[in-house]
């Protein structure tokens, strides 16, 4: 059997109880690490399966979380059969925001995690143990924000303490929710990849950013309740874009499909500001 590939890597594994959500945020000098580390399931956990990466601890991983075990006792029963377990690194959190990191005794240096309230971090190949500890300390001064943008902000800083040694490649964010996928027909409320890059997080905030903007919640008070001046002005801007011979609701929300923002837009009598901007934009 061929040895398994080595995913050199730093993630962080972690869960917004508040908001229901589980996710995970990786970086890698190794092409396309969001086809290997990544594994969550709302209500149930989520695990980063790395170094010499045993793919099956997504999975099986997750198969246990649903049978109500602990974090720390899935790490241990993925690990005690596994002849390859020091070649292994694993972080898990679990349904009520237990976490777990695993380390294999011959993973190579810089190797190691930290576990906190609703998280694991961990990475091999490092600079230094201050990308693992940056790692944490983003997640954890960050608990202001939506779970995507604080995995995004501890990868950040973890690439600035000095991130995997050998550089910079891919990177993914994944993130689930009951029924928060597009058009609440999926869990999975965010699953973006960059899978070779000279700035990967960069980029993933780039497209997490454009993401937002397509498929983000602005909450329903700070909409905007469309007036007689304001509906003068969409009328006035979508005949500028070539709408003028449909009625305003249907103009409005056929412009709003074709630029992808129909996930925010509930008739003409008020206005997402987000979608407002976008055609003031056009």
Known sequence: MASPRIVAT????ACDLERGE???GVQSKFLAVGAVVPWADPEVGA?????????????????????GLPAADVVARLTETDEGRDLRQLGIVDASGGAATYTGSS???WAGGVIGKGYAAQGNILVSEETVTALAQAFEGSTDKPLAERLLEALAAAQLAGGDRRGQQSSSLLVVR???GYGGTSDVAVDLRVDDHERPVDELRRIYELHDL???QTPPEEWLDVDEQLAAEIRERLDRLGYEAKALPEAFETWAGTENLEDRVAGIDRVDPVVLEELRKR
């Open 10 to 13: 730093y993630s962080i594994v």
């Open 47 to 67: 695990i980063a399966t790395q170094a010499f990466a045993n793919v099956s601890y997504g999975p099986d991983g997750l198969r246990l979380l649903r049978e």
């Open 214 to 216: 397509l498929f983000g």
């Open 107 to 109: 993973c190579l240096d």
């Open 178 to 180: 009951k029924d928060g």
């Open 22 to 24: 589980w996710g995970v």
